[in-house]
């Protein structure tokens, strides 16, 4: 039996602990897992085998997940070698939820690299990745394929079958600046998650009564851009509310924005029909200025 420290916790990793069937008087050569980690998007990692003392991990659907090894795998089995460079492995793991349809399943792509070490010996790595993001706001459980994973000699991992954890739900943050803003102003909502696209009328800004024209770009791979229609095209100056629909906003798997009014007052600077300038407020124009708006 062997026992590793995985971020400061002991866990027992042995054959009898995970099910394994070998004789305990021979050594047990097969890789052993000796870490899973939920990877988020700030580069912070949860560990996933801290059991259920810790509770049910709470990450980004733009994370990722990383299992350690503590021996070389097969990278003909975990990596696509069809091409000219190794390329991300299909069938290694996937993750399961319940949707209103019933169970849900979705393959991840797998990064093997067999370089990382620790001072013991190797220390090769498999990351697991949706092909755009994992569900929001859904309870996933991950399967590893041990079938796949094993070594050279066909010997399956020794170590936990996959594990749980949570995602985020799918929202928006716009952030407003304090006070009068330029006329070369962009709006950017940023997601939680990856939005399934600009759907028309989903975003709209008004000044007045007056509906502004705007155009949404995408930056990958969770932000929206707005702006005036047109090449270097400014803002108007004056008070101007962006309005968003959120049941035409949804993540790639169809779960739309929550339920709510989404509206962002904000104010351009600048003359009004000779009037003062726009550091001077309309009543209510800045009513949200300089909060960041969790949708």
Not at 67 to 82: E, G, N, Y
Not at 115 to 121: C, D, E, I, L, P
Not at 191 to 216: K, Q
Not at 270 to 284: I, P, Q, R
Request: glycine residues 12%; negative net charge.
């Amino acid at each position: 039996m062997r026992r590793v420290s995985i971020l400061g916790l002991s866990l027992l990793l042995g054959a009898t602990s995970m099910g394994a069937c070998s004789d305990p008087s021979t050594p047990n050569l097969a890789p052993n897992l000796i870490a899973l980690e939920l990877l988020e998007p700030s580069g912070s990692a949860i560990n996933a085998l801290s059991g259920a003392e810790a509770g049910v991990p709470l990450v980004s659907p733009l994370s990722s997940i990383r299992a350690t090894f503590d021996a070389l795998l097969d990278p003909s089995k975990v990596q696509d070698l069809s091409g000219s460079a190794p390329g991300p492995g299909r069938g290694v793991a996937k993750v399961r939820w319940e949707a209103a349809g019933g169970i849900t399943e979705l393959g991840l792509l797998a990064d093997y690299n067999p370089s990382k070490r620790q001072n013991y010996g190797p220390a090769p790595t498999l990351t697991f990745s949706a092909p755009v993001a994992l569900p929001a706001g859904v309870h996933l459980t991950l399967e590893l394929n041990r079938e796949r994973i094993t070594d050279k000699q066909a010997r399956s991992y020794v170590g936990v079958s996959g594990g749980s954890f949570d995602t985020q739900p799918f929202v928006a943050t716009v952030a407003v600046p304090q006070g009068a803003l330029p006329t070369t102003f962009s709006i950017r909502i940023v997601f939680s998650s990856v939005p399934a696209g600009a759907t028309a009328g989903a975003v709209r800004v008004f000044a007045g009564v007056l509906e502004v024209p705007v155009v949404v770009r995408v930056e990958p791979p969770n932000v929206w851009v707005v702006k005036p229609v047109g090449e270097g095209v400014p803002w108007t100056p004056g008070a101007h509310r962006l309005v968003m629909l959120p049941n035409a906003i949804t993540d790639t798997f169809g779960i739309p924005l929550p339920a709510g009014a989404y509206e962002f007052p904000f104010l351009i600077a600048g003359n009004v029909d000779g009037g003062v300038d726009g550091g001077a407020t309309d009543a209510g124009a800045d009513a949200s200025a300089g909060d960041t708006s969790n949708l």
